[in-house]
């Protein structure tokens, strides 16, 4: 049950947005690695998070050889491709940077369908995290969007994956247009520390509203209610625009 109300905070443009979103990062960051030795981040692909990642990249001394990153989800498309989510972020972020092999924890696109691909990630997870059996990882930080359909990570409005429940991971079949996906479930999306929606542009407006005026339950978006963490919602003012 969700005891956590969302935090908003809106900004004139993305510039600001992002020196918000990096101190956030050094904050959870340098907490996170306090508390237990290391840093744990999921985050997602798509466009607006690109300026996010090459703003990290010029920031001088962030503790990147105790950060773990993880993808929230992956176009089951070769990692060199344009639409490769791990692609976009070693061309914005992880080849600027030094941090260690294994602490990148990619979604391997080179098995032979979405559903293998899936479970390999959940034993990476399983591994990583030392879970139990049913055990669910504790990420410190995830970073979502959202899409214009009210999608998030890849949570379609009516797919199954977003009934998953038991696994930490699911395959999502799609369109030609939007690739075939493996995509982190609510499960544990929901029991993360930190969540963080990024939202920016206009054209990002009418879900908006959807989801924060109407209430639309309907909305993948709307099912993003952590537990016991913190849920933030960063929007460039344009988003928020009528
Ligand atoms: C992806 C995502 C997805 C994304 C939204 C918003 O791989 O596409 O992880 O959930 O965050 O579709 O995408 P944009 O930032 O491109 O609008």
Redesign the pocket.
């Known amino acids: 049950m969700n005891t956590v109300s969302a935090e908003y905070f809106f900004f004139k443009n993305l510039n600001e947005m992002w020196q918000f979103m990096a101190a956030k990062w050094r904050e959870i960051a340098s907490d996170a690695i306090e508390g237990k030795g290391y840093f744990a981040v999921a985050v997602?692909?798509?466009?607006?998070?690109v300026g996010f990642y090459q703003r990290l990249a010029a920031i001088s001394g962030l503790p990147w050889s105790k950060t773990h990153i993880f993808l929230?989800?992956?176009?089951f498309v070769p990692l060199f491709h344009p639409e490769s989510?791990y692609g976009m972020l070693r061309e914005n972020l992880l080849k600027k940077i030094s941090i260690p092999a294994q602490n990148l924890h990619y979604i391997s696109t080179l098995e032979s369908s979405p559903s293998a691909a899936a479970e390999i990630y959940e034993e990476e997870l399983r591994a990583f995290f030392k879970l139990p059996e049913g055990g669910v990882p504790e990420f410190d930080l995830i970073l979502?969007?959202?899409?214009?359909d009210g999608?998030?990570?890849?949570?379609f409005p009516g797919s199954e994956a977003l009934k998953e429940r038991k696994h930490l991971t699911a395959p999502v079949t799609l369109n030609r247009l939007l690739r075939d996906?493996v995509?982190l479930t609510l499960p544990v999306i929901n029991n993360a520390k930190n969540v963080v929606f990024?939202v920016?542009?206009k054209?990002?407006a009418a879900v908006a509203r959807k989801l924060l005026d109407e209430k639309d339950h309907s909305l993948p978006a709307s099912m993003v209610k952590p537990e016991k963490g913190r849920l933030f919602f960063l929007m460039e003012s344009e988003a928020r625009a009528s």
């Open positions: 997602s692909g798509g466009k607006t998070p929230v989800d992956e176009r989510n979502l969007g959202i899409g214009e999608h998030t990570a890849s949570l996906r995509t990024l920016s542009g054209h990002k």
